[in-house]
């Protein structure tokens, strides 16, 4: 199976983020590139909303991601809750 | 009787349907083929523009307040870096040079890409392509600002740095990736997409903006390191753009099929020599190592690219036709281009060196099957050449590639010890070539690539001297003229970092008190 991937900038904005994306999918793998954060997963990867606003006690807007985002890859698919990556294969 | 309506605040779904698709209205008074002429004479058929996706949704209020966003934190730092004397904080003053080579490089390729994004903008008939090519010409105009706001700190220290558009516009390297954008810019909306967006966005950037930015974070260079991943923070939108805009292609009809993969063949290849110099940058001149290219390369290209190919080849879509030779260069072609940059060392505007002997170690160590064998015995002799003040420089210029306009020092595929020449001969000429992936693009597109503005040809011709400047006088020296011509200035940006102003100067900055820094 292909690996996606998500990278972001390795800064206190992210780490909710990371937290949540490691909470959500127990395949998720982080390495720290300097300055980066990558996280590969097989196949598909999935950034929940809830998981991110449960860990800092606030509302929580996902587009906020774009600010800290550096590459992804797989196809993408997003809405008010949830971003998500895959590959279809 | 006036009740306030309580609405529901719009999903995101719906805002974007309402603020991107919502905005577009078929035209009554002229027919829209009229109002929309350029998104057909390519072949690609589109037989329903609704089902262009958007994934990320972006509508243009979003945008605008977290492109602000970007915007502020990335101020702050390059205000922070200036005020401190970020400068002096880098590794070396070799590292700068990689600086110079992206200023003058890729700087100006971002206002291109702004203008030609803001063209097709305009020309698409479906809005989903238009608004999202209309957000990437505002990050591509960021981007160009942002790097040169950066970057015009180094150039108040060191050499090089003065005038990237005249030089990009001019000087014989930076043709290379000048004409890649202007081959992009001459192609209709879709292949213009393709090459940009898929090829160079979503299938090669990664290796400029990751790996080397990391690189620019290990060497001390805040300043840079925040523009690059600032301007990175737009280029998932652009890779989505890019992917999404070949999936629409390959989705609305299986005639377009053969088309796209014609021009991820020739896009894959022209972007992957484009790359060279990146490779160059990445494995020689940064002081610090983080990745090699080669691993780069296996990291973001192979195993994502394999990903990728698995994943189009149900609409029919093979890997790029050069893969294979690409993945095989990824053992040669950072050698193959620093050598030729430090043999050129005169006739650039940054300054190279032998690598040290650690670096030369990291090397072997990187690229077990091919540094020591090929490529070490010239960096021993030219050292051992230097050391007797004989510092090598190539006096003649160089035959260049008609397509990728790189000179001719690529290697044949299996044999690294032998250069590569392919030739097509055209309405009673002969073009030449670095390869059969270069050739094969001119023979599909002749008339398009004799009309090459090869530096190389252009100095001969004499086309590269300023305006007055008369060859025939006495004592006339040509290289001399087109230095000036290039706004070199000779002596302080080019030659041998040994022995430079720029190495002088840091040391002394180091050395002294931060006071004694002159502007
Ligand atoms: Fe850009
Ligand atoms: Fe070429």
Not at chain 2, 179 to 206: I, Q, R
Not at chain 2, 261 to 269: A, E, S, V
Not at chain 2, 324 to 353: D, L, M, P, R
Not at chain 2, 433 to 444: G, Y
């Amino acid at each position: 199976m292909s690996n996606v991937f998500i990278v972001f900038q390795d800064n206190d904005d992210s780490r909710p983020i990371i937290e949540a994306i490691l909470a959500d999918n127990a395949q998720a793998q982080a390495t720290y590139p300097t300055g980066l954060v990558k996280i590969d997963a097989p196949g598909s990867l999935v950034v929940r909303r809830e998981t991110i606003e449960e860990l800092i006690g606030r509302p929580f807007d996902l587009q906020q991601i774009h600010v800290n985002l550096v590459t992804i890859s797989g196809h993408i698919d997003e809405d008010d809750d949830q971003l998500s990556l895959k590959w279809n294969n | 009787m006036d009740t306030p309506v309580l609405k529901k605040k719009l999903g995101l779904k719906e805002r974007y349907a309402a603020m991107t698709r919502g905005l577009h209205w078929d035209t009554t008074y002229q027919p829209m083929d009229k109002v929309f002429p350029y998104d057909k004479y390519e072949g690609i058929k589109i037989h329903d523009w609704d089902k262009w996706e958007d994934p990320f949704r972006l509508t243009m209020d979003a945008y605008w307040k977290y492109q602000g966003e970007k915007e502020k934190k990335l101020y702050a730092v390059i205000d922070a870096f200036a005020q401190n004397n970020g400068q002096l904080g880098v590794t070396d003053a070799r590292y700068i040079n990689a600086l110079k080579v992206f200023l003058t490089g890729v700087t100006p390729l971002e206002y291109n890409a702004h203008r030609l994004f803001a063209h097709v903008g305009r020309q698409f008939t479906g809005t989903g392509a238009r608004v999202a090519c209309q957000m990437q010409s505002i990050d591509e105009l960021r981007h160009y600002q942002t790097e040169t706001h950066a970057l015009s700190h180094y150039n108040k220290y060191f050499n090089g740095m003065h005038s990237p558009k005249h030089m990009n516009d001019r000087v014989w390297y930076l043709s290379v990736p000048k004409s890649y954008f202007e081959d992009a810019c001459t192609s209709g909306p879709f292949e213009f997409l393709t090459a940009v967006s898929f090829s160079f966005e979503y299938l090669l950037t990664n290796l400029l903006f990751v790996p080397f930015m990391s690189g620019a974070a290990h060497n001390g260079d805040m300043s840079t390191v925040t523009f690059g991943f600032s301007a990175q923070s737009d280029e998932s939108r652009h890779m989505t753009l890019g992917i999404e805009c070949l999936k629409f292609m390959l989705e609305q009809d299986p005639d377009n099929v053969p088309i796209v993969q014609g021009w991820i063949d020739k896009w894959f290849w022209r972007g992957y020599r484009l790359l060279s110099i990146v490779a160059m940058m990445q494995d020689y001149m940064l002081p610090k190592r983080v990745m090699s290219w080669r691993e780069g390369w296996e990291m973001y290209i192979e195993q994502n690219g394999e990903s990728l190919f698995r994943d189009l080849a149900r609409y029919g879509i093979r890997k790029p036709k050069g893969w294979v030779q690409a993945c095989e260069g990824k053992n040669h072609i950072s050698h193959q281009t620093y050598a030729v940059f430090y043999s050129y060392g005169a006739a650039a505007a940054f300054h190279t060196w032998v690598p040290e002997e650690e670096e030369m170690a990291w090397l072997s160590e990187k690229y077990p099957e091919t540094f020591e064998k090929y490529y070490l015995p010239r960096w021993n002799y030219w050292r051992e050449q230097a050391k007797n003040g004989n510092r090598f420089y190539q006096k003649t210029l160089p035959m260049l590639c008609q397509t990728c306009q790189i000179p001719m020092i690529f290697t044949e595929p299996g044999d690294a010890t032998k250069i590569a020449y392919r030739e097509s001969d055209y309405q009673g000429d002969k073009y030449h070539f670095c390869s059969d992936h270069c050739k094969e693009i001119f023979d599909n597109e002749p008339e398009k690539y004799v009309q090459a503005w090869l530096p190389v040809h252009q100095i001969y011709q004499g086309n590269c001297f300023k305006p007055g400047v008369d060859p025939t006088k006495e004592g006339f020296d040509p290289l001399l003229a087109v230095f000036d011509y290039y706004n070199f200035k000779v002596g302080r940006d080019n030659l041998d970092f040994e022995g430079s102003e720029d190495q002088k100067n840091f040391a002394a900055w180091r050395g002294d008190s931060v006071q004694g820094a002159k502007k």
